[in-house]
Nanobody, 127 residues
Framework: QVQLVESGGGLVQVGGSLRLSCAVS????????GGWFRQAPGKEREFVAA????????YYADLAKGRFTISRDNAKNTLFLQMSSLKPEDTAVYYC????????????????????WGQGTQVTVSS
């Protein structure tokens, strides 16, 4: 079993920055991706970014390119999402997740592929 706990959310002004953290613990798969998704009220959960835990390869949704950076600290078993140039439309609950690809590669942008999820952390961007 894998446990994920997000932190770092809060209120930030338009154009500001925020760094989210996700503590990973428990029995992780031999091969996995760490991902970030977000969900605004009344909308579907959408992909933000993902990273291959082993080699650090990254994947970004168009909304994140140039503004958000995903990273991980292997020693601390922590996943990060650095967000900059924030806009009101970035307001949402942000979730971290783990996708097991021990049996083969899977599409990192599909929420259903992820087997483990954190509780979410609220990010509010004021205009």
């Amino acid at each position: 079993q894998v446990q994920l706990v997000e932190s770092g959310g809060g209120l930030v002004q338009v154009g500001g920055s925020l760094r989210l953290s996700c503590a990973v613990s428990g029995r992780t798969p031999s091969k996995y991706y760490g991902g970030w998704f977000r969900q605004a009220p009344g909308k579907e959960r959408e992909f933000v970014a993902a990273i291959t835990w082993s080699d650090g390869s990254t994947y970004y949704a168009d909304l994140a390119k140039g503004r958000f950076t995903i990273s991980r600290d292997n020693a601390k078993n922590t996943l990060f999402l650095q967000m900059s140039s924030l806009k009101p439309e970035d307001t949402a609950v942000y979730y971290c997740a783990v996708l097991d690809y021990s049996r083969g590669y899977r599409p990192v942008s599909v929420a259903h592929e992820y087997g483990y999820w954190g509780q979410g952390t609220q990010v509010t961007v004021s205009s």
